[in-house]
């Protein structure tokens, strides 16, 4: 402790530097060798040895007996400490100098009286803790509440931010001995206040959400600083455990409904799941331009949702607005993109492949493998261009209809993908998709009729239509003799069905899973149809079925690749839902040994997809670190899980390719065969140049599946972006592999993907600037990804048709205006790489490095679009899909 300063000679405050460097000698002898310290003193300007002299008297004087002396000393210390200005890499003057005496002050308190003075005293003590008291010891916050409870701004940023990470752990301190907080939260509300004054409110947040309390945050938002709060809040939920985070969204939607920012209120609630607050926006909302504008969101979020007479009165209103909730005029938008961009003219397969780049090693065959590739390929290229060179081509005279021709240069289950082919080609359009497809109803063969069933569902995804034309013509076929026609028809179903949960079509095939006579296959595909209808909803009658089936199969038929899709249609149904599968997930306890640990990764990586919740990550991690002896299936699905779990944010998407990374090198065979899968989903459309790497070292691989999935993967990264560079490896690979037919399907598959929909559709889930994640595009990625984890027994073998489902996650990537009447409308718009701005001082940049472009325009992955006239004002806050533009009243032109 220092000692008495009644010993310093610096009472008459001008005894010169001698007496101070004596005094100095005479005080810490122990700690402060004669040299270092005289050498200190030294190095004072004479203001700041004035000074040091100066607080010196005072500390004097404050333990002076005269009241009146005391209140002076310590108003003039207090005026010292305020007045004081630091850099960011030093102390204030008046804390340094005060600093040996803060012991004697502290001595001294405790021997005051009870006085006005006393809580003087608390307060310069509240400060001088600033940088003296040990760690843990809350001295600031103790002397603050014995303090004279002042304002608490006026000692300056650094102690006000001190004060609340002392209240935080105080806070945490009582709660666990149960002691009551009340005086703590009273400095909360000062702080609080303070922040959110002083454009701080990332540190108000968080202090709220330390002491458990954000309501506080509704009494302190204002216009000027709601958005930035909000901001905070949205960005901050995906790092926080639940139930906590869905409290922060929940205190940012209230924030956005009160300041009538309902777009982005709609937003929270569609990533909350919760519809009652969807309809709590519609109803609170009078513009019925932002209405429409928030039916295009629902679109694209791609959920099934009516709106009601509450929330729009007006008949012919409410019509509109749920056709764009249907997502009809889809088709019109992409076509418009397309015509813009001037890529109408339909590609052939030779276009995609180039062969002419290669140095003749290509397979020139016409074989039956083949040409169900090139059948893929044209489908996936034309996607929703409603025009080929294969499939739509007029007949000639010479020719009886070419699309015949093509269609029986596949054969039999090959005809299937090639029928439904046309429907991919046809995509969206759903009236004259509907009359192409229906010249395939009347063939006598049922491999092109299973196709057509498969088309018709195919046209109809993504797209609600009130006549339900893809039930009456699916419908009959859904009990058929044929399995392959029957696999079709459900299908079909479940892809135009996704995510509607429609009861009809539940009490249609819930039948066949309890029929003991269907085959496996088809019960297989009713299941999965079944999840995709229902996907997130958690409905029981459809979990029973699916456990049921689970539990009847014979030990030898649980072998199958495809009992593998029982699982994953089950985990569908818990699609994001976290805890709610905790009960199905004990039940699969119960399951036979071959299935149960399959069952119950599929389930657990199903339920936390999107989450990032790390301890799931773990757990996942966990079992793949396993080395196993019997052919247990259960890695596969792990591995697909890290991915899916961690696919929420950036930070944990990195983290999850850097563990995927190792586990390719001390994992089993299972786990190698499923790692390219998982890093085909966490960049998928996103084609980063670490993981394009990595699959490129992996197409080589030794064994076929790993290059296979390789493969796949890399047209999955790279889905609808031309990337030329995958687009070259692709290449390579099909001269590379130019005697293995499997692996050169897989080529070609991948060279389709790459450049999906001529380069205007992506496959990213997710959308509104990577915050909300569409289930039913989640669904179909994760079946798919599922199939390929045997791709020898599924892809390979007859159920090719199942890369289709990744048709629910097709979506344009696309920026277009339209004005209040919906019609195209081009204005100037900047694209650039989004920045992250969250919780940064001022008005920061949005986006770098831009262009200027005439809407409509393309956003690749983690674009951002900003508008570059002031002409008009758009009614979505994140620019992408279909924005509504209202002229700007108050614009006028230069």
Known sequence: MAPDPNSSSGGDGGSGAAASREEAIVKVPSKDPKKKDEKKDEDLSEEDLALKQQLELYVERVQDPNPGLQKVALESMRQEIRSATSSMTSVPKPLKFLRPHYGTLKAYYETMPESDLKSYLADILSVLALTMSAEG???????????????????????????????????????????????????????????????????????????????????????????????????????????EDIEVLRIAYKIYLRFKEYAKAIQIALFLDDMAKVKEVFTSCDDLLEKKQFCYILARHGITYEVDEEMVADDDEREVLQEIVNNSKLSEGYLTLARDIEVMEPKSPEDIYKAHLLDGRAAAVDSARQNLAATFVNAFVNAGFGQDKLMTVQPDSSTSGSSANWLFKNKEHGKASAAASLGMILLWDVDSGLSQLDKYFHSNDNHVITGALLGVGIVNCNIKNDCDPALALLGDYVDREDASTRI??????????????????????????????????????????????????????????????????EESELGEPLVRLLPLALGLLY??????????????????????????????????????????????????????????????????????????????????????????????????????????????????????????????????????????????IGAGTNNARIAGMLRNLSSYYYKDANLLFCVRIAQGLVHLGKGLLTLNPYHSERFLLSPTALAGLVTMLHACLDMKAIVLGKYHYVLYFLVLAMQPRMLLTVDENLKPLSVPVRVGQAVDVVGQAGRPKTITGFQTHSTPVLLAAGDRAELATEKYIPLSPMLEGFVILKENRSYRED
């Open 137 to 243: 010891e809350r001295e600031s916050l103790k002397y603050r509440l014995l303090g004279s409870r002042g304002d608490i701004g006026s000692w300056g940023h650094e102690y006000v931010r001190n004060l609340a990470g002392e209240i935080s752990q105080e806070y945490t301190k009582r709660q666990g001995e149960e002691a009551p907080s009340n005086e703590l939260m009273e400095l909360v509300q000062q702080i609080v206040a303070f922040h959110m004054q002083h454009n701080a409110e990332p540190e108000a947040v968080d202090l709220l959400m330390e002491v458990e309390d954000l309501e506080i945050l509704m009494e302190h938002v204002d216009t000027a600083n709601f958005k930035r709060t909000c901001l905070y809040l949205t960005s901050a939920a995906r790092y926080l455990p639940g139930p």
């Open 488 to 553: 079709g028809a459900i299908i079909g179903l479940g892809l135009a069905y996704a995510g509607s949960q429609n009861e009809q079509i539940r009490s249609k095939l819930s039948p066949i899973l309890n029929d003991a006579k269907a085959s496996l296959d088809v019960i297989a595909f009713t299941a999965v149809s079944l999840g995709l209808i229902y996907v997130g909803s958690c409905n029981e009658e459809v979990a029973q079925s699916i456990i049921y089936i689970l539990m009847d199969r």
């Open 575 to 716: 699609l994001g839902k976290q805890e709610n599968v905790e009960v199905t997930a004990e039940v699969a306890k119960t399951f036979n040994e071959k299935i149960r640990k399959h069952c119950e990764m599929t389930l657990m990586s199903c339920a936390y997809a999107g989450t990032g919740n790390v301890l799931k990550i773990q757990n996942l991690l966990g079992h793949c670190a396993q080395h196993l002896e019997k052919g247990e299936t259960h890695q596969g699905p792990a591995v697909l899980g890290i991915a899916l779990v961690a696919m929420a944010e950036e930070l944990g998407l990195d983290m999850a390719i850097r563990s995927l990374e190792h586990l390719l090198q001390y994992g089993e065979q299972t786990i190698r065969r499923a790692v390219p899968l998982a890093l085909g989903l966490l960049c998928i459309s996103n084609p980063k140049v670490n993981v394009m790497d990595t699959l490129s070292r992996l197409s080589h691989d030794a064994d076929s599946e790993v290059a296979m999935a390789a493969v796949i993967s890399l047209g999955l």
